[in-house]
């Protein structure tokens, strides 16, 4: 793992407390594993025994809807952590996941960092308290979901990648239409329909390229503050 893995590592909400020299001793079995085509990480029921930070690339993390279709229920980026709870806690992987092509993963073993944890206790209760902080930032998030739209949840997005303050401005998203639907909280065939209001503000889709005509009116619908947001 190099200078740059580390500090990515070092800023997840697990690790985020914890000193260079703490977080270098969990680590001190932990690999990165490249994954140059998109591939099955783990099965649901599959034994948890490691943890995954994400470095590069992303994760999909599937589960059969109630017709008995995979659908996409998170996408776990780079710099985030994901897995904890079914390593420490349910000893078994709850859903699958699969990696994106190219994307990088740090594998952490159970036996490892569970012995360095009970070693040092002041480690465990540091990682507790930056779990906290992201609990908190995912009460916010979820808080979000229950008070937007769709549409809504989608410019949000979308701004998040514009760095006008106005005029026109155009978004490439990374991201297929199932990632950019179980990341607005709908199903992928409910896509269309969040879209709809984005449309009548001038918000054009040409495949993975979004088109906006006026950023600020798109800022204003984001945050229900104009008169003509569209139903």
Do not use: C
Request: proline share 3%.
């Amino acid at each position: 793992m190099d200078a740059r893995d580390f500090a990515i590592v070092a800023g997840t909400a697990l690790f985020s407390g914890l000193d260079r020299a703490a977080l270098a001793l969990l680590l001190a079995d932990a690999t990165v594993v490249e994954y140059p085509h998109d591939a099955l990480l783990f099965s649901r029921g599959d034994v948890a025994d490691r943890f995954f930070v994400v470095l590069d690339g992303s994760v999909r993390l599937l589960a059969l809807d109630p017709n008995g279709r995979q659908a996409v229920i998170e996408v776990v980026r780079a710099g985030a952590s994901f897995a904890e709870a079914a390593m420490l806690g349910l000893g078994r992987f709850p859903v699958d996941a699969e990696t994106s092509a190219g994307s990088h993963l740090l594998h952490v073993r159970r036996r490892s960092f569970v012995r360095q944890v009970e070693e040092n206790a002041a480690l465990g209760l540091r990682m507790l308290d930056g779990l906290a902080r992201w609990e908190r930032h995912l009460i916010e998030e979820l808080a979000e979901l229950k008070v937007r739209t769709p549409g809504q949840r989608l410019a949000a997005l979308l701004l998040e990648q514009v760095t006008a303050t106005e005029g026109a401005a155009v978004v490439v998203l990374d991201q297929s239409k199932a990632e950019l639907a179980a990341h607005i909280g709908v199903t992928p065939e409910s896509l269309s329909r969040a879209l709809g209001p984005l449309q009548a503000l001038g918000v054009r889709a040409e495949g993975r390229r979004m088109r906006i005509a006026d950023v600020d009116r798109l800022r204003r619908y984001r945050d229900d503050l104009q008169d003509d947001v569209p139903a």
